[in-house]
């Protein structure tokens, strides 16, 4: 089976160490069961992991950070990920801007249109 281009650059951060790939532990099973009622795997797991260890859950799925919400979870997505890699150096002001005016024309839906309007 081909890997897509999206799981080629996700192993790549992962060995670059820019990712880090976490399992669920034990007591986050629970959790991540119950959110399988109404979420995907991913965002279950995501958001029991962020839970128990008090992390950022990362995702634009709206039921997905509504859950996060609801469990007081603090929330990013794409947007907020491109204002943390200018904000680190990581890419340029005028780069965001046109990776997030590309997902925009892609059909994204962003309530920006600069990174620059984000505080």
């Known amino acids: 089976m081909q890997k897509d281009n999206r799981t080629l650059l996700i192993e790549e951060l992962v060995d670059c160490g820019k990712v880090k790939l976490l399992y669920l532990h034990r007591k986050e099973h629970g959790l991540y069961k119950i959110n399988l009622k109404s979420l995907g795997r991913g965002e279950s797991s995501c958001i029991s992991a962020a839970f128990h260890r008090k992390m950022v859950f990362i995702s634009d799925d709206r039921a997905a950070r509504a859950a996060a919400r ?27 801007d046109d990776w997030l005016r590309k997902m925009i024309d892609d059909g994204f ?7 620059s309007q984000i505080e």
Do not use: C
Request: hydrophobic residues 40%; glycine residues 12%; charged residues 15%.
């Open 70 to 96: 609801e469990m007081k979870i603090k929330i990013t997505g794409t947007v907020g990920i491109l204002k943390a890699a200018v904000s680190s150096g990581e890419i340029s002001l005028g780069q965001a």
């Open 109 to 115: 839906y962003s309530p920006v249109n600069s990174i």
